[in-house]
């Protein structure tokens, strides 16, 4: 194991190369079984949007709650306020109500308004979707005068932090990046092999330096200056998400009793090569190496800077694992 440990290592210090292109695709998982069908049906209503984009502003706004409701009060899985929902919302599912806490007419409507914005900065120069998402924004006005996305940062952050989940929703097509950051993620996770588990573990000086699953992978990868959520299911879309056959070194491995949702996730762990990871497993064992390939493994994620940082951080509470 050890020699599997140092040539991994060496693997990961070495890695370069370029990624693969857009898809409209959903990533295995990424969605919520309940909603995927609406997601791919609607994130395809109008070329400046997709299935993966849709996704990730619905991810954003509410984590794929559908009875979330902002201080501001934005309602529903797509975060419409009132006046908004009144104007634009519509009856998707055709029972004869336009319903903002109804996913089949909520996310739909999102899709319609996206589409709507679009069509309102359509002649403005630049990326069609980049005007859209700043349109949504900022207002189509503060588009079309500016000739594209306006210099306000709020409304430059938006648009970039969109276009970074837009990555973890899709299903790649070609090759995915490497990380650069994954020798030094791998490093720290080897000097805390043998370290005992943790419920809530967060390595601090009062729990005796000691992890549990997620608090692990985060701790790894804040060494290197990538910061992570807390939990294991949101850690799943801080990136792309490598199939099986092209994990390297360093990507988070994620495992769950329900394959067809992301939000279900219960544990992950750092991928070593071989087959293995490091990880914090239960109560009563320590930081160690464990196989990946169980019935439970639900997918991995290639961790980036930019997927990690735009990560809502105003999601609520879940029971993920760590």
Known sequence: MALLLVGTYSAAAGLAGAGGGGAVALAKGAVPARYQSLVQKWGNLCPAINPALLAAQLYQESGWNPRAQSHAAAQGIAQFIPGTWATHGIDANGDGKRDVWDPADAIPSAASYDCELAGYVKKVPGDPTNNMLAAYNAGAYAVIK?????????????????????????????????????????????????????????????????????????????????????????????????????????????????????????????????????????????????????????????????????????????????
């Open 146 to 322: 500016y000739g594209g996305v306006p210099p306000y940062k709020e409304t430059q952050n938006y648009v970039k932090i969109i276009r970074s989940l837009e990555k973890s929703f899709a299903r790649p097509v070609g090759r995915v990046e490497p990380s650069r950051q994954a020798a030094g993620a791998i490093y720290f996770a080897q000097k805390k092999l043998g370290t005992p588990y943790l419920w809530g573990g967060n390595g601090t000086p009062e729990q005796q330096g000691r992890f549990d699953c997620s608090g692990l992978t985060q701790a790894a990868y804040r060494t290197v200056g990538i910061e992570l959520p807390r939990v294991a299911n949101d850690q799943y879309n801080a990136g792309p998400h490598p199939s099986r056959d092209e994990l390297l070194p360093g990507d988070l491995v994620f495992f769950s009793d329900d394959l067809t949702d992301s939000r279900a996730i219960r544990h992950v762990g750092l991928y070593v090569g071989g087959g293995y990871m490091i990880n914090a497993p239960f109560t009563g064992a320590v930081i160690r190496f464990d196989k990946i390939d169980t019935p439970d493994y639900f997918g991995a994620t290639r961790v980036t800077k930019d997927g990690a940082a735009a990560l809502p951080t105003n999601l609520p509470p879940d029971s993920s694992e760590g």
